[in-house]
């Protein structure tokens, strides 16, 4: 039986997470917040708005550690706790929280593998944002060789916490917002299942990114990297898949 809960990096966003988590409490899941190093009134704030909420953990990062570090704070905290798969969702608002049941069937069904939404935009979206992500996307196919992934930024996804541990503490992940691509590649060449499921994302107006331009440099060397680390791993794919068809026949 899975046992599931909810992580939220949160960094800045303070003024939207509240929301976020009052239309999670609905679902009954646990839900760990992330206090990724934000300003004394924020990391105030934060505490307020957990703390006579049942099932909800506040942990704090003294200093800013990047969204990915806060997601591995979490899914640390989740293994600690036995939790067997966490929900990762932004704080900002921008993911459809009422799409939780179509993961939870997924877990239900398949509970070995990693569920990621696959976003729908709306005209709100920057082109920039949009565009970037197809780059990423074609760049993934390559790393992984497949089809399979068909969104690899998306932070709206379910993790089976034991692997994605064991996963991140093997390659020594990136802690910024490059984790989102190099956890969902390296979950694949792990052998993890990736299933996904359609989900709005919304862009309000005036609303807050994080997102910097230097970010689109670090996805490019992430790519760099993980494309080399193909190449490397080709003999061992190129052997695995000439002793499977040996086998099958
Ligand atoms: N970028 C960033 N996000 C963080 C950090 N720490 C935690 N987060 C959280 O990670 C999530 C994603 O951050 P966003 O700023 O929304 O970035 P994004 O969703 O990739 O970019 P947009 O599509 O432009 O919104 C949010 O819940 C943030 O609060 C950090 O150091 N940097
Ligand atoms: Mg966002």
């Not at 934000?38 to 990062?61: G, P, Q, T, W």
């Not at 790393?143 to 541990?165: H, Q």
Request: proline share 4%; net charge neutral; hydrophobic share 40%.
């Amino acid at each position: 039986m899975p046992k599931i809960c909810v992580i939220i990096p949160c960094y800045k966003h303070t003024d939207k997470i509240a929301g976020v988590i009052q239309r999670l409490l609905s679902y009954g899941f646990p839900i760990i917040v992330v206090d990724d190093g934000n300003s004394k009134e924020d990391a105030m704030e934060l505490y307020k708005i957990c703390e006579n909420l049942r099932d909800v953990f506040l942990l704090h990062h003294d200093e800013n550690k990047g969204k990915g570090g806060s997601v591995l704070t979490g899914l640390l905290f989740a293994k600690e706790n036995r939790f067997t798969h966490a929900i990762q969702i932004d704080a900002d608002g921008q993911h459809c929280v009422e799409d939780i049941p179509k993961i939870t069937d997924i877990i239900n069904e398949n509970p070995d593998a990693v569920v990621s939404g696959c976003p729908i935009y709306d005209d709100n979206a920057p082109k920039s944002r949009v565009i970037g992500r197809k780059i990423t996307n074609f760049f993934v196919k390559l790393e992984t060789l497949s089809n399979e992934i068909k969104d690899a930024m998306i932070g709206f996804r379910a993790y089976p916490v034991d692997l994605t541990c064991q996963c991140a503490k093997d390659c020594n992940l990136n802690f910024g917002m490059t984790f989102d691509i190099e956890i969902l590649v390296r979950l694949k060449w792990a052998g993890a299942p990736i299933e996904f499921f359609e989900t709005k994302v919304d862009y309000p107006k005036n609303g807050y990114s994080n997102f910097k331009v230097s970010d689109q440099l670090k996805i490019s060397i992430i790519h760099t990297v993980l494309c080399t680390t193909m190449i490397l791993r080709l003999p061992y794919v190129l052997f695995k898949a000439l002793f499977k068809s040996h086998d099958s026949k």
